[in-house]
């Protein structure tokens, strides 16, 4: 039983960073794809970065250069830390696994099979 579970979300000012943080636990295989999406108030849900089973990051191009996905194995825990946060950043952010999938692209959530709550950010100007 895989759970997600992500914590770090705050209010900010402009120019301002964040990290996010995701625990993840109940996966049953060591291959596996993990990453993050946003959903913005009357938007559609988007990819924010991804890693594949083989440890390739992909970025979406909103947040190419400002943000870094990264994981610590031990911990079991995913993180994105977000730089020079701006307002269309503003949205609910959702870690999102899955353990047998055969491509998690970032611009395509139709992969995912776990989803954590979520954790919002604000980000002021």
């Known amino acids: 039983q895989v759970q997600l579970v992500e914590s770090g979300g705050g209010s900010v000012q402009a120019g301002r960073s964040l990290t996010l943080s995701c625990a993840v636990s109940?996966?049953?295989?060591?291959?596996?794809?993990l990453g993050w999406f946003r959903q913005a108030p009357g938007k559609k849900r988007e990819g924010v970065a991804v890693?594949?089973?083989?440890?390739?990051?992909t970025y979406a191009d909103s947040v190419e250069g400002r943000f870094t996905i990264s994981k610590d194995r031990r911990k079991n825990t995913l993180y994105l830390r977000m730089d020079g946060l701006q307002p269309e950043d503003t949205a609910k952010y959702y870690c999102?696994?899955?353990?047998?999938?055969?491509?998690?692209?970032?611009?395509?959530?139709?992969?995912?099979?776990?989803w954590g709550q979520g954790t919002q950010v604000t980000v002021s100007s």
């Open positions: 999102a696994g899955e353990w047998g999938a055969f491509r998690c692209p970032v611009y395509s959530d139709s992969w995912v099979k776990h």
């Open positions: 109940g996966y049953t295989y060591s291959s596996y794809c």
């Open positions: 890693f594949d089973k083989r440890g390739a990051v």
